[in-house]
Structures are given as structure tokens and as C-alpha cells.
């Protein structure tokens, strides 16, 4: 699966001791009307419990620089806490943690968590969206390295 790109997001929701967040690329829409989006969480995660108790989260899409934030969000060190490090703010309308420098973000209520083999996919109807930088390329992940978006040779 490695010679597959996918993008690059911090999902984040607000737990019982606050802010929390991680770094996923197993992030897919699932369907425009309504719109519907899916994230892949380990079993063996932090991130996998919070989710269990809450009834949302907010998806950062990261730009092609922020490698340090997608490296930040990943590691699983729990006396670091990456929001002491990172400027975001509270969403207006779901009140997830929305990381200010990603290039777009989804805020959706949890609708369904489904159960395949060491993962649980979290679904959930996008409640709102917005580009914070549209400028920016997107971060992709692809044999495992961050990598960004190249237009590909046109014909002629």
C-alpha cells in the first residue's frame, strides 16, 4: 500500500483532558448528499477510546509544508502535548479543535463507527467546511514519505 498516495490530516476532538489529535492518511469522502467523509483509527490508539464518547470530530487537511505538524500529531508521546505547540482554535460550530495553518477542514458529526479487523472507520456528515489557505498545495503521503502534488505532463 505504500506506492498508493493519500493525503494527510490531523483529526482532532475534544476528550476528557482536552484538546486531543492525530496525524491520519486513511481519510476518504464517502459521499456528497449529504456530505460524508471516513477516517481509519487503530485500535491501539488514544484517539481510537476518545472516540468511542464523543459525538464529533474535525479534520485538517495539511498543506505541503507542514510535515513538522504531521510529525508533531503522530508521535505518541502523552506528556507532549502538541496543542501547546501548534496555534488552533476552537471550531464555531462543533467546538473541535481547528489547527489554523491546515489548508481546509471538516468539522463532522459522528454518525457511525464500524468495526474491520485492527481499525474502527469513524463516519461521519460534514457539518461544515471551509479552505483556511488556498493558496497552498496538499500534503500527500506516498512511499512513505511527505511528498506534495506535481501536475502531471499534458498532451502536446
Known amino acids: 500500500m505504500r ?9 482532532t476532538t475534544n476528550g476528557p483532558e482536552g484538546p486531543h489529535g492525530m496525524t491520519a492518511n486513511a481519510f476518504m469522502s464517502v459521499s ?5 467523509a471516513l477516517a481509519a483509527v487503530h485500535h491501539d490508539t488514544v484517539t481510537h477510546g476518545i472516540l468511542r464518547t464523543v459525538t464529533g470530530f474535525t ?10 505538524l504531521a510529525l508533531l500529531f503522530a508521535r505518541s508521546n502523552p506528556a507532549e502535548d502538541p496543542f501547546r505547540r501548534t496555534p488552533w482554535r476552537p471550531s464555531p460550530v462543533t467546538g473541535n479543535p481547528v489547527l489554523t495553518q491546515s489548508l481546509a477542514v471538516l468539522d463532522c458529526h ?22 483556511q489557505r488556498p493558496e497552498a498545495d496538499p ?8 511528498q506534495t502534488v506535481t ?3 499534458g498532451p502536446g
Open 139 to 146: 500534503m500527500v503521503f506516498s512511499r512513505r514519505t511527505f
Open 110 to 131: 459522528l454518525r457511525q463507527r464500524v468495526t474491520v479487523a485492527d481499525h474502527t472507520l469513524v463516519i461521519g456528515t460534514v457539518t461544515d467546511a471551509h479552505v
Open 32 to 36: 456528497l448528499h449529504p456530505p460524508t
Open 3 to 11: 506506492h498508493f498516495p493519500t493525503g494527510v490530516t490531523v483529526l
Open 151 to 153: 501536475k502531471a505532463p
Open 59 to 68: 479534520v485538517n487537511i495539511l498543506a505541503a509544508d507542514q510535515t513538522e
